[in-house]
Structure formats: structure tokens, C-alpha cells
């Protein structure tokens, strides 16, 4: 058992009632992420995944580094015997992460797919109809600009080669895969016929998106890897 407190190798007798939940969902009743679901030996707190989360947002903490921490305060004399459990705090830290988009966002296992960028948050003080905004109460003198949007467009070409190791799909912020591969096959024709401003790239050379221009928050699902060319 992976804690804020250390590594603990404990003996754990699973409920073997009639009625007994399955022994992963027992685990996760007491508030333990299994690294396995089919053969758990390996589990985290939920309290260390929460603390693994906010360092790593905070103040920029690798799983390796994160790791070596826990190592240490669990021997700080032989860290090295510790048992390593880095490649499976890298798998579950991913997991727990997308688990809690999924709960800030109201998505549950009963609700349906999330669509592209509804578990990335858009800026609260635009104008967004049925969450603050409510156009059937509008009206006719309130000037135009209370009910629209003002979205600015640019791009870092500074970061060029740059791939998301686990990229989400469409989910978050970035485009999804699919329909930006899409675009480009088209994008391709159109802009050969014009000499040629595609450079047939197949790396990215840079990133690029659309945010708000009051409050520059990002757009869901409008940020992607240039490819080639702006």
C-alpha cells in the first residue's frame, strides 16, 4: 500500500459474505486505487494520488521524483530496497486524473460518453447559454455585445516537436485526432493549389489555439499542433 506516509506491506482479508462486494470494490470502499484489477498486489491511497496531483500542478513534480520522495520518507537510509512501484504510480496517477475531470464535470458510469471539451471548463464570464446565461429571459434593449463572444486566435512556434505523451482525444482542450487529420487532408489540396505554403511537415512545429480575448481563457476542443504551416 502506497501512502503519503511511506510503502506498507500489509495482510489484507477480503469480506467473503453472500452479499460481499467484489474484493477490488471493497478496496476502494476503505479508499484504495488498485494498480490491478484482476489481480490486485499493488494499491494507492486516494489522499497520496490527491497530494501526487496537486504537486505535480503546482509545483511541477515528476512521478519520478514524486516516487523517489515516498521512497525516501519510507527508508531514508536504503531507499534503494524499497520496493519500485514508479511505472504503476505513473499508470494509476493518470487514471486518478482523468477520474476527477470526469467528476468535476458530472460525468459518472451511468452517464453517456462525454462529448469533445465538455471536461474542460470554458471561461466563466463569457456568455454561455443554459449555464449563465438565460436567453429567454433577453431583452431587446440590452446592447449586443452582453449575449456575444470576442475570440482571438494565435500560436507559439517556439515549440516545435512537441507531442502529447497521453493525449486525451478531443476530451479536453486539444482537437481530437480524428477530425484534425481530417481538416488537414483537406487543408493540403486547398492550400498546394497555392504554391505550396504547406511544407508537408510531419512534425509538429508548433501549437496553436483560440481563447477568449477579454479573458483569455482557452476554447475546448481548439487547441492543436501546427503542422507544417500556420
Not at 176 to 202: D, E, F, P, W
Request: contains cysteine; positive net charge; charged residues 20%.
Amino acid at each position: 500500500v502506497v501512502d503519503m506516509s511511506g510503502l506498507h506491506s500489509l495482510m489484507i482479508r477480503f469480506c467473503q459474505c453472500i452479499n460481499s462486494l467484489s474484493p477490488d470494490m471493497q478496496l476502494l470502499e476503505t479508499g484504495l486505487f488498485l494498480a490491478s484489477f484482476t489481480s490486485p498486489k499493488t494499491a494507492f491511497t486516494f489522499v497520496v494520488l490527491d497530494d501526487f496531483l496537486l504537486d505535480n500542478l503546482e509545483c511541477g513534480t515528476s512521478v519520478m521524483n514524486y516516487y523517489s520522495q515516498l521512497r525516501r520518507i519510507t527508508s531514508s537510509v536504503f531507499p534503494h530496497l524499497v520496493p519500485d512501484q514508479y511505472r504503476e504510480l505513473m499508470r494509476v496517477g493518470r487514471q486518478w486524473r482523468q477520474l476527477k475531470q470526469l467528476k468535476w464535470h458530472g460525468f459518472d458510469y451511468e452517464k453517456p460518453k462525454p462529448k469533445p471539451g465538455e471536461p474542460a471548463l470554458f471561461c466563466p464570464a463569457c456568455p454561455q447559454p443554459g449555464i449563465n446565461v438565460n436567453l429567454a429571459e433577453k431583452n431587446a434593449a440590452d446592447p449586443a455585445w452582453l449575449y456575444s463572444r470576442s475570440l482571438v486566435m494565435d500560436g507559439n512556434f517556439k515549440a516545435e516537436h512537441l507531442f502529447l505523451a497521453n493525449p486525451t482525444d478531443g476530451l479536453g482542450f486539444m482537437v481530437s485526432n480524428t477530425q484534425y487529420k481530417m481538416h488537414l487532408a483537406k487543408a493540403k489540396n486547398i492550400v498546394n493549389r497555392n504554391r505550396g505554403v504547406y511544407n508537408n511537415c510531419n512534425k509538429a512545429t508548433g501549437i496553436g489555439g483560440c481563447a477568449c480575448a477579454r479573458h483569455s481563457c482557452f476554447v475546448p476542443h481548439s487547441v492543436m499542433n501546427w503542422d507544417g504551416s500556420e
